[in-house]
């Protein structure tokens, strides 16, 4: 067996392992995508060698809208002379660069608030053109000036808008979005190369593969392992389904590769041939389609068991919306029932409020009562005379109690107030009337 043939097989022995025990480094990095916060605060700054892109560069990635504002920026590139060398918004409408070069395609594009789309922004020195593409097309381009080069002593902050070469960074810059796959490639990538890249899809590795990997200087796996300022995190952006998706691609790839190799391997055999060659060449054969049957199957095992992942994952899906469902529906009750608790303690605290003004009112009405009651009774001992209680129950020997004689020295003019059958009070002039005197009265002439 060839070493072109055991490397191959090799790789793709290795491409099936990477299916059912996971994904090499890189792949496993490009399932990635950075999280960005919506402050100030949240970006990722990059200080890589810009001299290979000095004449010629194209940025690519999969960019998803998650905030709207006035510029949010996702890359911006400032060199110690010029503040914004390059500058990209989330919108179409800054494509930016040599600080005053820019064409606006947000309108002629369609950027849908949390869904992913593609974008390239392609130049090169030779032809002075920047191209912008959204979705594999080219959506507008213009020319920069003649013999201006990009400028390689600066640095890059993703997240952020570089209004300064220190900083100087502004709220109203902060992207808040997410970035999946940005790479930068020292060449202009032409139109069918965008939408070739395009077209393979966000969880594919074709940036590593074919042409494109010996051009891609600023790589999205270094990218990620560079320093994370703020609210910055990575997350897992591909679906297992896309993943094993792809795997199975690489695996068929590496299998036409085997085979073509096999064939020039047997084309380019001009040894003559023998029984014994045949024999080797017959065993190696049938020992390479049973490693590549054997492959397969690993291949559609791991395939079935994801299959089964997958339902089971949506049966829980289900439930989940089930669960959701039920308590949004307990929520809302919920909230009715809180509305109805807060009506309820509004209507106690003004029952509450109510009931104390009239406890208030009703002492007052009590202490005026109590006092005009005092003034009746002042009133009726200044008035009343013997005929009042004769008129009652009372005997008519308890007017004496009253403040008029209480205490009082027995006098004519007493004697006068008194009705003429009190004649015997005559006989008593010069005694005081108290509670003994009145008894006596009561006890010996009460009628």
Not at 65 to 85: C, H, I, M, N
Not at 154 to 168: M, P, R
Not at 243 to 253: D, F, G, N, Q
Request: glycine share 6%; charged share 25%; with cysteine.
């Amino acid at each position: 067996m060839s070493e072109a043939v055991k490397t191959l097989l090799l790789s793709l022995l290795l491409a099936v392992v990477l299916v059912i025990n996971g994904t090499s480094a890189y792949e496993e990095q490009s399932y990635k995508a950075l999280k960005f916060g919506n402050t100030l605060a949240d970006y990722v700054k990059l200080t890589p060698d810009m001299r290979p892109f000095s004449n010629a560069f194209s940025i690519c990635t999969w960019i998803k809208k998650l905030q709207r504002g006035s510029y949010p920026s996702w890359f911006s590139y400032a060199s110690s002379t010029v503040d914004t060398e390059i500058w990209i918004n989330d919108d179409g409408s800054y494509n930016w660069m040599f600080h005053n070069h820019n064409r606006n395609v947000g309108y002629l594009i369609n950027i849908r608030m949390g869904e992913w789309y593609h974008y390239c922004f392609s130049w090169d020195l030779a032809s002075r053109r920047a191209s912008i593409y959204h979705n594999g097309r080219e959506s507008g381009y213009y020319s920069t000036p003649y013999g201006r080069r990009l400028k390689t002593d600066g640095f890059i902050v993703l997240g952020q808008d570089l209004s300064t070469f220190a900083g100087d960074f502004r709220e109203y810059f902060s992207f808040g979005g997410e970035l999946q796959k940005l790479n930068m490639y020292s060449k202009k990538l032409n139109t069918t190369e965008v939408r070739e890249i395009y077209k393979a899809g966000r969880c594919s590795h074709i940036e590593s593969r074919k042409g494109h990997r010996f051009s891609r200087q600023l790589k999205w796996e270094r990218i990620l392992e560079q320093q994370r300022f703020g609210n910055v995190s990575i997350v897992d952006s591909c679906p297992l389904n896309e993943k094993l998706h792809h795997c199975h691609e690489r695996v068929i790839e590496l299998e036409e590769q085997l085979k073509e190799a096999q064939n020039n391997t047997q084309a380019g055999n001009e040894e003559p041939s023998s029984e014994d060659t045949t024999t080797i060449t017959t065993v190696e054969d049938d020992g390479l389609s049973a490693e590549l049957e054997e492959l397969r199957l690993n291949l559609e095992s791991t395939t079935n068991r994801l299959s089964e992942t997958e339902t089971r994952l949506e049966k829980a899906e289900e439930k989940l919306e089930k669960t959701e469902t039920r308590l949004r529906k307990t929520g809302a009750q919920l909230d009715k029932s809180k509305k109805k608790v807060s009506t309820l303690k509004k209507m106690l605290k003004q029952a509450n409020s109510d009931l104390e003004n009239n406890v208030d009112l009703l002492r007052e009405t009590r202490a005026a009562l109590r006092e005009k009651e005092s003034e009746l009774e002042n009133l009726e001992n200044s008035l009343c005379g013997a005929n009042c209680f004769k008129a009652s129950n009372s005997s008519y020997w308890d007017i004496l109690y009253t403040s008029t004689f209480f205490n009082k020295v027995v006098t004519d003019e007493l004697i006068g107030i008194l009705n003429e059958s009190w004649s015997q009070l005559e006989n008593f002039k010069g005694s005081v009337i108290n509670e003994g005197f009145i008894e006596f009265f009561k006890t010996n002439f009460d009628s």
